[in-house]
């Protein structure tokens, strides 16, 4: 029994380990994920030249937002009409869409080419412990095996010492009959029949006895 305690508290601590893990990379993929979703942009315009004005609403007239200067980037919202509504620093406003004045990028082509450092960084770490918990499993798999082995050479251990124990009690048991039996052979060797032994000793105690010469009766 405290055999099959030990093996149990060991698979629980087993389970315990993976479950820890696995709270490790489900942490790191949530750490991830913002970073992998970053990559994922709308379509995006470039300004290509100086001072472009951004305007509140889709007409030349009024006064701009604000000026954009040459290599902005900006996040498209819509494009309809000859203008571009567009989303810079928080707030939305309109440029006009010449190939002249913005170049589009479509979001396609703004994916980059690689992940960032931060995200394979990630990435690697995550693999990593996937790795380490393979082996941690296989290890454990691997001890598993090794105590069922050694909780069973116990328990037929276990066995022969109770078989081994029966027999030499049967034997004692013998031994002490054999004893008792030598010890009252003994004791009537030792101690022969008191009225035999006189009479042996005594002869003169006979019943009948033989007349002695020059009596009665010569």
Known sequence: MQHVCRMAGMLSFSQTIFKGLGFTVAGMLLLLSPLLVRDVQADRAIVRVNR????????????????????????????????????????????????????????????PEKETAAAQKLKKQAGDVNLQIQKREENVQTIAARETEVINNLDRIDRDLNIAARKISLLKGGQKKLQEKKKARFKNKANPDIKGYRQAQNPGNCRHRIPEAGGPGT
């Open 52 to 111: 472009l004005n951004m305007r509140p609403a889709p007409q030349k007239t009024g006064d701009p937002i604000r000026r954009l200067n040459k290599g902005t980037n900006v996040q498209i919202l819509k494009i309809n009409d000859g203008w571009i509504k567009i989303l810079h620093k928080g707030r939305s406003g309109y440029i006009i869409n010449e190939p002249r004045y913005v170049k589009i990028i479509k979001e396609e082509e703004n994916k």
